[in-house]
């Protein structure tokens, strides 16, 4: 977005950083300091609308005047949250877990600016082709899963993976960016404004 919006993403993540670049949008990052713990009890859905809504509201607060976006990318399979894994081995054990199987990311979107706040949850199904031991192991060592969340990327390497996909691609890159447009919609933005000030 140009000069007629201050635009702040709350993100340290290069993915999202490069998605909103290639919109020619203009921003400025600031990295929020959030627990990302899950709470006893939490689905998927629920901590990434908490954890979204509340990297939005800190960075705010840092920003007064600028519309913030913030997100979270959580995967689901199985009825089990994987979230980053903390070593090359909890990767192995997740990409065991998605393999031949369907699984759900879901992205928390929060827009805000000063108290005002518009937020939704993108959800997009994944399927990935049956995976040997062979491979999965390699994968793996390529560290490219290393800090993504389910242990995959799936602009990268890990496109060889996913067999079928229902819903939006973006989404599990980590930016859901048709949502993310309709929210600055939300905030005065128009479609239209979002193509002329890029």
């Given amino acids: 977005m140009g000069g007629s919006v201050n635009l702040v993403l709350a993100s340290g993540s290069p993915r999202r950083r490069e998605l909103l670049h290639s919109l020619g949008w203009s921003f400025r990052i600031d990295v929020p300091d959030i627990c990302e713990d899950l709470l006893p009890g939490e689905g998927p859905e629920e901590a990434a609308r908490r954890l979204s809504r509340a990297k939005a509201a800190e960075a705010a607060a840092r920003n007064p005047g600028a519309l913030v976006v913030a997100a979270d990318t959580l995967v689901a399979a199985g009825g089990v949250i994987l979230g980053k ?65 389910g242990a995959y990327a799936i602009q990268g390497r890990g496109a060889l993976l996913v067999s079928s996909l229902h819903g939006d691609y973006f989404n599990v890159v980590g930016l859901p960016l048709c949502r993310l447009s309709r929210l600055l919609e939300e905030f005065g933005c128009s479609l239209a404004d979002q193509w002329r000030n890029s």
């Fill in 85 to 149: 894994p903390s070593c090359r081995e909890e990767s192995l054990r997740m990409l065991r877990m998605l393999s031949g199987a369907v699984h759900s990311v879901f992205t928390g979107v929060a827009l805000r600016r000063g108290e005002e706040e518009r937020f939704a949850v993108e959800e997009t199904r994944v399927e990935f082709r049956p995976l040997s031991e062979e491979s999965m192991k390699l994968y793996v060592e390529s560290g490219e899963g290393d800090d993504k969340a």
